[in-house]
DNA sequence: CCATTTAATTCAACCGCTGAACAAATCGCG
DNA sequence: CGCGATTTGTTCAGCGGTTGAATTAAATGG
């Protein structure tokens, strides 16, 4: 609200269609369930009509829609608070409608599953090198996975209501994976080449797919895990590539055609070293994972992201020096291409995630001070560099969250679906 | 908060407050409201109606009100159709709310009046030094501007809704003015400044004033005078310093802190010439105008940024050597800035406004060869490059505008205030 | 001149929120 | 132990606003 003063802010005026008489009571029934989601502590009908606005009558109306919805329940422990008569909690159902979150990188696969409450219920991890598989194969092995993670979600009396998949590369309309360098990937369609796997389909209770980039997933996940949180921030994830979600107001900044976050090639350097892409001296070149390798001497620059993070880390703290330096240069880098995001988008908190979040010791440092140096607003407002909350993979568990998130955000959508 | 009239979507996380009866009424109107103002020709009541997917009877009403609030006329030449009852074709009312645009710069002072329609019915621009004015005096001589713009609109019988008020600096909340370096403003309290004058009391039917950056105001005349155009561009203004207008979605991405858009201390030189920021090869030292200037060999860096930019345009078309390498050394640095920003956010539209707008025949080029070069994404859609359709003064125009929008947007605001 | 066609209005029905009254459940105090 | 105070949650008439169909309005075409 910065620039502005007396300032209107308007309530949800969609471009798109006209709000009809059931849209009164579909987006009411978003305004409570997303309140109750977001609450501490278990809100009663009495305090959740205070706090949104509306009477008790209609709270009252609104959640037995919910609860005969599945998607709350009433906490049975009335908490004791003063005189009258006591109020009865309403928490999120811990069994009701869950997300499968599914990842596919260079070096692993991964499923999990989270419930409504954003409990990771299960968390399957399958190490594999998949960079001589071909993208079917892989999808096939991912597919099995799933498969075996769909299995205990169901023993856990789970309903699975929609799946988003993590590839770590550019994704286009449908599913089509137009590039993934790292996985060799060009052109996949997976939806195609998951059709027959009960993945694909959405029949029966079976849940339709969505693929995205692991980078915008894992913003996601950072963005849920930290509720109430910064509603705006990049997170920056280190690998083999460079990529960064940017959240803006709690919601993901795709761009116009889904390909926003394209930091690795960010000019540090314009007349620095070559880069694959056709530029010079992207940032990709000196704070990527090959580069951090090779500038601390380590031989393997075909370790496993998480491996290399690892041992980067323990050569730190060792206080190795030739890594300590590599660390320096990288974080330096990082910081003059975060600086100019900074600059730009004026966001108050940069997340280090991915292979970046066990090397923030050392990180940020320097890329704090690049901030402080060429951010000119950080002078009136400082600007958070934190490691992510969530570890590595956190892609997949940041995709499971966004299909039940997106339960909480339009409820109508699941209530309208059960039998 | 991201922004005044930032258009939510519904289904967007957003924390607004319930919906209640009344809000039913409040959201249709807008929707109606804003298919009239986006038709190419008048709709009529039954079109409006099978376009929004509401009833022709609250379509009706709904029209009726807008008529009553003077929002909108019906078209008095029924343009005949086939068979059938005629249409009765209805527009936005041109003589209704108007806004006023206001801009302090540099070298000049401007106000213009813009109509429901977007029509700009006058525009004023006093040329005059303000560098060794004080702001005090700059504002009040600022505000008989205003005066008399605000009596021309009353002569055609317009009644103004409100202005905006265009700095070229950083802008707080209350109309603060943290830092206009090229004006010599810093922590400028606007509204205290002209306390007493009509401009800053909201009594009788005079507005409230709203204080924004040019750049951002200069990007939302171009979202608007383009409509039906790119909901989402880059708009980069030259002047003495860069600014960029992000607009996303059709809405304008203002930041934490309202302190979006700093491009001009994006590093296209990190080991560069050093910037009064701190930091080093910031694009304001290759294609701010005075760089540009002393590139060109062209001794008058204290001349008015259009004249500068003129007298550039008039040297490159005579094919003078230095000028043409000049600017297209700057379209390379302005390039790399550019490239960055459209691989983070994914844009597919950079608009070259302010002094860079009748400098774009020559900075084009080396804009998309850095563009073709840099963006990934480039070779499955490519990005345009345009200049500004506002020329100069753009700003003003875009703050008047940003008025009459606000009402389009939410007409309710302006229904309950009319006597 | 009348059937046809499309536009706009009228009106009873209905949906969902409101406000107030009422029932439920607990605490505090005598 | 009992009764008022207090707060929660529900019930119900009322009402604003949309719906859908019927009705009126105003043109074209044979």
Not at 221 to 245: C, K, Q
Not at 357 to 366: I, K, M, S, T, V
Not at 397 to 402: F, Q
Request: proline fraction near 7%; charge should be neutral.
């Amino acid at each position: 609200m910065a620039g502005m003063w007396q300032c209107q802010v308007v309530t949800s005026a969609s471009t798109a269609g006209a709000v009809r008489q059931g849209s009164l009571r579909e987006l009411n029934l978003a305004v409570v369930l997303r309140r109750i989601a977001a609450a501490d502590r278990p809100p009663s009908r009495a305090e959740l009509a205070a706090r949104t606005g509306l009477t008790r009558a209609t709270v009252s109306a609104v959640v037995d829609d919910l609860i005969a919805g599945r998607l709350v329940v009433e906490a049975e422990p009335a908490p004791r608070t003063g005189a009258g008569r006591p109020a009865r909690g309403l928490l999120l159902a811990a069994d009701g409608p869950a997300g499968l979150g599914l990842e596919v990188n260079v070096d692993y696969l991964a499923a999990c599953v989270v419930d409504l409450t954003g409990t990771v219920r299960h968390h399957l991890v399958r190490r594999a090198d998949l960079r001589p598989a071909s993208p079917a194969d892989a999808l096939a092995r991912l597919a099995a996975l799933a498969a075996e993670a769909r299995a205990a979600a169901v023993r856990d009396g789970l309903t699975l209501a929609g799946a988003a998949l993590a590839v770590p590369g550019l994704v286009g309309d449908g599913g089509l994976v137009r590039l993934a360098p790292n996985l060799g990937w060009r052109d996949v369609d997976v939806p195609a080449l998951l059709a027959g796997h009960p993945l694909a389909e959405p029949v029966d209770g079976v849940p339709p797919l969505v693929v995205d980039n692991e980078a915008n997933l894992a913003a996601l996940g950072e963005l849920y895990a930290t509720a109430p949180g910064p509603r705006s921030f990049l997170h920056v994830t280190g690998e083999i590539g460079i990529g960064a979600g940017i959240v803006l107001d709690g919601a993901l900044y795709r761009g116009a055609r889904g390909w926003s976050g394209e930091i690795g090639h960010f000019p540090v350097q314009p007349q620095g070293r070559p880069c694959r892409c056709g530029g010079q001296g992207c940032l990709e070149r000196y704070a990527g994972q090959e580069a951090i390798l090779a500038a601390a001497g380590l031989p393997g620059a075909e370790l496993p992201a998480d491996t290399a993070a690892t041992r980067l880390a323990d050569l730190a703290e060792g206080g190795d020096p030739a890594t300590l330096a590599a660390l320096a240069d990288a974080g330096t880098a990082l910081g003059v291409a975060v600086a100019g995001v900074v600059n730009l988008l004026d966001l108050d908190t940069v997340v280090l995630g991915g292979g970046y979040a066990p090397l923030a010791p050392w990180l940020r440092p320097p890329v704090v001070a690049e901030i402080s140096r060429r951010v000119l607003t950080a002078a009136w407002s400082p600007v958070t560099v934190r490691p992510a909350v969530l570890g590595a993979q956190s892609a997949a568990v940041g995709g499971a969250t966004s299909v039940v998130r997106r339960i909480v955000d339009r409820p109508v959508g699941w209530l309208t679906r059960t039998p």
